[in-house]
């Protein structure tokens, strides 16, 4: 005869809080160079057009997007919303948003402040969300628009071969709104990964709907 139980937790260590509030992040940027395509992947050739950030403190959360012609003021900003304990949630930031982030900082004298943990495997500051899929795999990497496409998070609303155009002629506004989609999926992705529920975000036009996250069920033999 077999029974079945049922877990509800989420994964340890990944409820918000006001005393740990999720900090879901992602950066725009482009190159300094327009000659040069590539560099907006590069701390040293390109720079920051936008910060997106999803604050969940526990009960609400708060969006915000850091968006001008001034990358100084942009980044120092970034770093002024952050709280000691916040913990930062992304799709590959370990090693492209907080890095460029960092980089950026030091080429403008920017002081951090807060010490973030960006060790690979053993960091409690940050949760990569194409790390936790792939856990740690490389080779076996999947795109935000992928992974949210498969979870049933929806998927990617713009592309950011764009965002250098948009810059291009100052369209500040049409920036902010693809950062934050992509924000909001990577949010709806992690809750997704955690066994969690996503809060409801105030003035989203397009809520997803995917089906009821169940934990699995583990049959156990009586």
Same mark, same amino acid.
């Given at each position: 005869?077999?029974? /079945?139980?049922?877990?509800?937790e989420q994964i340890p260590g990944t409820k918000a809080s006001q005393d740990r509030r999720t900090v879901v992040l992602d950066i725009e940027t482009v190159t300094l160079d327009p000659a040069d395509e590539t560099g907006?992947?590069?701390?040293?050739?390109?720079?920051?057009?936008?910060?997106?950030?999803?604050?969940?403190d526990g009960e609400n959360v708060t969006e915000i997007a850091l968006c001008n012609d001034n990358e100084g003021s942009v980044i120092a900003e970034f770093w002024n919303t952050l709280k000691r304990s916040d913990v930062i949630v992304g799709?590959?930031?370990?090693?492209?948003?907080?890095?460029?982030?960092?980089?950026?900082? /030091?080429?403008?004298?920017?002081?951090?402040?807060?010490?973030? +943990?960006?060790r690979? *495997?053993?960091?409690? +500051?940050?949760?990569d969300t194409m790390h936790m899929?792939?856990?740690?795999?490389?080779?076996?990497?999947a795109t935000l628009n992928a992974l949210g496409v498969a979870l049933g998070c929806g998927g990617k609303t713009g =592309?950011?071969? =764009?965002?250098?155009?948009?810059?291009?002629?100052?369209?500040?506004?049409?920036?902010?709104?693809?950062?934050q989609q992509d924000v909001r999926l990577t949010y709806?992705?992690?809750?997704?990964?955690? *066994?969690q529920e996503h809060r409801q975000i105030a003035g989203e036009a397009h809520p997803i709907l995917s089906a009821p996250v169940s934990a699995p069920r583990i049959a156990i033999e009586a």
């Amino acid at each position: 005869m077999s029974h /079945w139980q049922k877990s509800t937790e989420q994964i340890p260590g990944t409820k918000a809080s006001q005393d740990r509030r999720t900090v879901v992040l992602d950066i725009e940027t482009v190159t300094l160079d327009p000659a040069d395509e590539t560099g907006a992947l590069d701390a040293l050739r390109g720079r920051i057009v936008c910060i997106g950030m999803l604050i969940d403190d526990g009960e609400n959360v708060t969006e915000i997007a850091l968006c001008n012609d001034n990358e100084g003021s942009v980044i120092a900003e970034f770093w002024n919303t952050l709280k000691r304990s916040d913990v930062i949630v992304g799709h590959n930031v370990l090693e492209f948003d907080l890095l460029f982030i960092r980089q950026r900082s /030091w080429i403008l004298g920017i002081q951090p402040s807060r010490t973030l +943990d960006t060790r690979k *495997y053993y960091s409690a +500051d940050v949760i990569d969300t194409m790390h936790m899929w792939t856990n740690w795999g490389h080779r076996q990497g999947a795109t935000l628009n992928a992974l949210g496409v498969a979870l049933g998070c929806g998927g990617k609303t713009g =592309n950011g071969a =764009n965002v250098a155009e948009w810059w291009a002629h100052r369209d500040v506004q049409s920036i902010k709104s693809y950062c934050q989609q992509d924000v909001r999926l990577t949010y709806r992705v992690f809750c997704r990964l955690t *066994y969690q529920e996503h809060r409801q975000i105030a003035g989203e036009a397009h809520p997803i709907l995917s089906a009821p996250v169940s934990a699995p069920r583990i049959a156990i033999e009586a």
